[in-house]
């Protein structure tokens, strides 16, 4: 990694492509969840909604970070996640 550093002056001198492997799609009501308790959070019409975010929010976080990064250096072109959305294929 060294070696490439040399070659790498700013961000513009990157490209990058994000594999994602899927994307789960659930949505939800915000009046609905609002009265939800700690069990509802956790099992759900089959789903476990606090579960799903803890597990899935990690991507979309770094998704999010090197595209705003990218953006902020005027390179946002530079940078292209492709995830493809997943409904209920489980």
């Avoid at 089959?46 to 899935?56: I, Q």
């Amino acid at each position: 990694m060294a070696i490439l550093c040399k070659f790498v002056q700013n961000y513009n001198d990157l490209l990058v492509l994000s594999l994602g492997t899927g994307q789960h799609v659930t949505g939800y009501d915000a009046k609905e969840i609002a009265r939800w308790g700690a069990r509802d959070w956790l099992l759900n019409k089959g789903d476990s909604p606090l579960v799903d975010m803890v597990y899935y929010g990690n991507a979309d976080m770094v998704d999010y970070n090197l595209s705003t990064i990218f953006q902020s250096q005027n390179c946002g072109t530079n940078y292209l996640r492709i995830q493809v959305p997943m409904y209920g294929w489980w």
